[in-house]
């Protein structure tokens, strides 16, 4: 009996899955790929009759087009006598790998964007949060079980690849109109108070860093270039890690301030030069006159929103 006869005497998909596990079966799947030289891995094989057979469980995706694979794994399956006989085996599962591998690489991605699209809303409701995330540290700690076990399902069904995913999906969250709404006294009091403990907590300042670095990558969507040195001159990773070791300081978020006000003044509308050199003037005053930190990253990251706002908005025109 060849694999495809031990296919089809199987009916539920239990013993199905229970089977598929067998080394002996496997062995099988491996011989007839060999004698037939056909593209697919043993797994690959086996899965092929699971399409066909099982569609409701393993060619469910709704988002992508599942009809045309489950046709072709039936169109052998059922035919694989006539086809065996005419020695077309080879052929059309060549044409079938073909097939097979655009729908796995589509339902990967399906499957992915499921896990990837729930990690990003738990960052939003962080985001949404951060006015109160001192009385929402339970929270907050839950958010951040549930996206670590997100980026393990990622991986575990996607590999590196999943990650990269995971890395290249990140939207704009924080547009202007969001960061307006929660960006209110409450906000900006706590946020003070965070910066100036006597042991700095810069968390909320990185959040932003990162949804500021986002908004100017989305003003300029085209320039790859430009964002791989935006990502160089933003690191918000490097920056997490000088902060999990204690090595920030505000020298290191002045020199980020300037790199991100001279980026945006070189955005900007050149009529908006005299305006924006007295930001900046002002920014330069409150250092010399030794304000608190909290206060100049208020005024430094206020004047920045709007900053982007009024670009997006010459932008669009």
Same mark, same amino acid.
């Given at each position: ?128 949060? +951060?006015?109160?995330?001192?009385? /929402?540290? !339970?929270? $907050?700690? @839950? ?6 076990? #997100?980026? &393990? ?89 000088? +902060?999990?070791?204690?090595?920030? /300081?505000? !020298?290191? $978020?002045? @020199? ?6 001279? #980026?945006? &003044? ?52």
């Amino acid at each position: 009996m060849d694999i495809v006869q031990v296919l089809y005497s199987i009916n539920s998909f239990e013993k199905f899955v229970k089977v598929s596990f067998d080394k002996i079966f496997i062995q099988k799947s491996q011989n007839f790929i060999e004698k037939n030289n056909i593209k697919f891995t043993a797994k690959e094989f086996i899965s092929l009759y699971a399409i066909a057979k099982f569609p409701e469980i393993v060619a469910d995706s709704t988002d992508i087009d599942n009809s045309i694979i489950i046709q072709k794994c039936n169109y052998f399956f059922n035919n694989y006598k006539q086809l065996n006989l005419e020695n077309k085996i080879k052929l059309n599962l060549d044409e079938l790998y073909v097939i097979y591998k655009e729908w796995k690489q589509a339902d990967l991605d399906c499957k992915l964007n499921v896990f990837i699209n729930a990690y990003y809303e738990f960052d939003q409701m962080y985001i949404n949060l +951060l006015p109160y995330v001192e009385s /929402n540290n !339970t929270l $907050i700690n @839950n958010i951040k079980k549930e996206q670590f076990k #997100l980026v &393990k399902y990622i991986k575990n069904i996607g590999g590196k690849y999943g990650i990269q995913r995971l890395s290249n999906a990140k939207p704009v969250y924080l547009n202007i109109k969001e960061f307006k709404n929660i960006a209110t006294k409450a906000f900006w009091d706590s946020f003070i108070e965070s910066i100036d403990k006597e042991v700095p907590d810069y968390t909320r300042l990185i959040i932003m860093l990162k949804e500021i670095k986002s908004l100017i990558k989305n003003i300029i969507p085209n320039r790859e270039d430009m964002h791989s040195v935006i990502e160089e001159n933003i690191d918000t990773e490097l920056l997490l890690q000088m +902060l999990s070791n204690n090595a920030m /300081n505000f !020298t290191d $978020i002045y @020199n980020l301030m300037n790199y991100i006000y001279t #980026l945006l &003044k070189s955005l900007d509308c050149p009529a908006n030069d005299e305006k924006n050199n007295t930001f900046w003037k002002t920014i330069e005053n409150m250092i010399e006159k030794k304000l608190s930190y909290g206060n100049i990253l208020k005024e430094f990251l206020i004047h920045i929103f709007n900053q982007l706002e009024e670009i997006q908005k010459a932008i669009s025109r």
